[in-house]
């Protein structure tokens, strides 16, 4: 066809200009795919970070409040076991984190019998924590004590491990918790966990003074699980009872829903809110909401500056897209208006030019994903890990410590109030976003050719003829 | 084949190109048009193709009045019945001789091998054959002007306008492509407008009117 040969002969002659051109279009659509990838990776990040949390297959976790502090100086505040005595003391406690209260485990079968519900399962997030109180005439004047370690312990409803943080880990030794185990001295550890404390399977970890044998070692998708040790949720429930702890039999703290469909969410979580007027009850939705961190940071630079960088990059490189088109047909006028004389229709005229700006834009869309996916890379190679922080109990803010010093007013967060996941930030690109290049780098391609052939084809034959060249 | 009465073209800057120009034109005749530089020749050539429009009068070919047509239908005109030769050749500079000459069957509709058919005869009308596959850039003023009229030609028009065909060309040069667009208006009873202003080309044509400021005057 004349049109192919004609397209093909002028593309030729301009390679330089058509190459330009291509490139100012790849370098906008390359941007876009790569802010895309960019929200995608946080995207997965959240999603990872959600999946650690809540586990794969949950669509609700309802916690509650913790109960008020006791009053200082009260018989309930004087827990005693801070207190230093003559001889050294290593205490190994297990309880309830800051920011999250129990629930009867009865409110797991109310919530099951719900409309919409396919499973539910309760859960035990726990905090151990070694203490070494050193003896009151060891401790030297203004030497503060030997900080405490903490680690988080998670107790499973063994008859529905596919819910939760627990099912989101991949087993890489050992074997998962099963019903038989629901109250043996078994436990399974995160690989971090067990690699950190050379813990094998066949070996021993103490929780709260009693040893536990390890049964399965667990990887979490990205940046470590919701807990580092998982016991059988009655083994959890009977250990966190030490001096004044609340007992916690029969008791849960995060109750784990999983609905029948997606769409069903927000109407389960209402039914759940007015079952349980006093619990968080959140979603998937809502947790994402409620993260913070430098996941949280990269999710909003994404969300906002990237946005606003990808439509600035893609409409500069339209503009210098229209100019060159533009230029282009400034420098054909009398080729256009010989084309007139010749009896060429003026849409003709248009189709051609077009035609041209679309193989450009066929060409930056390739360069452009070719840009999109070196961008993407760059960004996976260079991120650094974000993390994720979310209260235990995600409705709430995380319980605060309030300290006076000689500066004034100190507030931080009280160790183990909130859950911080450290997550890889990746930049992946889908087909999607590839679409996506594809269609602006040819819409370009097609907006431009479409002007300047107009262009061209509203010039009166005498003007364009009588152009110098 | 075309009457002109009364035509005149004025424009909103500079001079008035025609006034009250008033022509017969036959079929299958040749006539010339000289004068000087700016005195309204192309512009009269102009609108014979259908390229412009008159302020003032009509223009009728073959009964059709151009003034008054529709700008789809004067394209359609220049597509069909009228070929436009030009002094500077405005041949595409990407396209062979071949293809340039095709560019202006396009319009027609034709099938490629129609197309590709029709153009080879033209070559072979002006003796360009052996070059068809070469660029502009790669022929001489001469065989450029004969891409051009073999562009025209190859449509087969009723009518052939040429504007200073031979304004670029040396004097050889001149007189082989006059010799030839003589030749083709014998063979295929054209009727041939030249615009020229030069007196050698114009003492070849049976008819010459001399154009000095937008106005005509018919000689012999």
Redesign the interface.
Known sequence: ??FF??LR??L??RIRQTVVTALGLAVGVGLVVTVIAVTTGVGDAQAAVLRSLYGIGTDVTVTTEPPPAPKPNSPEADGGFFTPGAAEQHLDLLGLPPGLGPLDAASVARIGRQQGVRAVAGGLSLIDTNVTVPAADALPPGKPPKLPTTFAVEGVDVGHTGLGPYASGELTKGRNLTKADASAAVAVVDSGYAKANELTVGGKVTVAGTEFEVVGIVRQPQGGGAAEVYLPLARAQAMAKFQNLPDLTGKVNKIYVAADDAAAVPALRDRIEALLPSATVTSADSLAGAVSGSLASAADLAGRLGRWLAVAGLVAAFAVTALLTMASVARRV??FG????????GR?IVGQVVGESAVVGVLGAALGIAVGFGGAALVTALAPPVSATVAQNPGSTPAESVSINGSGMHHGVVDGATHTISVQLTAPVTLTAVALAVGLAIAGGLAAGTLGGWRAARL???TA?GRVD | MYILKGVTRTHRKGPTALRDVDLDIAGGEWLVVRGHTGGGKTTLLNILGGLDRPTAGTVTLDGADLTTMPEDALTRVRAKTVGFVFQTFNLIPTLTAAENVEAGLVPLGLATVERRRRTAEALADVGLTERSGHLPTELSGGQQQRVGIARALAKRPKVLLADEPTGNLDEDTRDEIIGLLESLWRVYDLTLVLVTHDPAVADRAPRVADMTRGQLTIRG
């Open positions: 066809m004349f040969t004609y002969r002028e030729r002659r009398r080729e010989t084309l007139k004389a010749l009896g060429w229709r003709r009166r034959p005498t003829l």
